[in-house]
């Protein structure tokens, strides 16, 4: 039975999405191609925009957790990157790991009314809000600086951002597709607990995608 399960699923697979991959014509909607970016006001895909966060446990491996769920909007000129604006909401109170209990110990109140290790049970959304782009040479690459707001906490960050690809998405959408990189310390934003245990430094992977409005 063991056996027949990887084959079963595989099969369900191929069963589902060829429907999806003929309809394309056999190819993905989006390409890394600029020339398909259009001038505009985007909204953010919130189905498929992720921070994915990565810290160091105890010096023996990386844990990787995500926010998902992301709101907000992108206005973008491809012939003036530099003006380029965004600005989204990253529901914190939606955190997903690997395990219910720390996934629990995340949004955990603070004991006898104290504060809490890391969110806390109720947690404000976090924001981040650009307030410079610097375009790389070649239009692919960016660096957006902005302000990051969480736990009630605001620090500037800046984002080292690629191009992913831009085309017309399955709701009949102009979508452009970026990935960006970050780290940040969480101590700055008042998430202590552990350090140097599991480290202070957090690593942000973010996969955005936004549709044309």
């Known amino acids: 039975m063991r056996r ?11 069963v589902v ?8 014509g056999g190819s993905a909607p989006g390409a890394p191609d600029k020339s398909r970016v259009t001038a505009g006001t985007y909204t953010a895909d919130a189905g498929h925009t ?9 010096g023996f491996s990386k844990y990787t ?25 990253i529901p914190v109170s939606k955190v997903t790991t ?15 009314g104290g504060k809490p290790d890391f969110f806390g049970a109720a947690p404000a959304d976090a924001k981040f809000v650009s307030t410079s782009v610097v375009p790389g040479s070649d239009g692919d ?6 302000n990051l707001t969480l736990n009630g906490v605001t620090k ?13 998405g399955m709701n009949k ?32 992977e973010i996969h955005a995608a936004f549709e044309k409005q």
């Open 4 to 14: 027949i399960l990887p084959y079963a699923a595989a099969a369900f697979v191929a």
């Open 17 to 24: 999405a060829t429907p999806i991959v003929l309809a394309q």
């Open 50 to 58: 992720m921070v994915v966060w990565e810290v160091d446990h105890l």
């Open 65 to 89: 957790g995500i926010f998902g769920d992301v709101t907000g909007t992108l206005v973008i000129d491809p012939k003036n990157l530099a003006a380029a604006k965004v600005d989204v909401t």
């Open 98 to 112: 690997a395990s219910a209990g720390l996934t629990s110990h995340l949004l955990r109140a603070g004991k006898d």
């Open 141 to 146: 690459e960016a660096k957006v600086t902005g």
């Open 156 to 168: 500037p960050v800046t984002l080292d951002v690629d191009f992913h690809g831009a085309g017309v």
């Open 173 to 204: 959408k102009e979508t452009i597709g970026f990935q960006a990189e970050t780290t940040i310390k969480r101590s700055d934003f008042g998430v202590n607990m552990g350090i140097p245990y599991v480290s202070d430094a957090v690593e942000l």
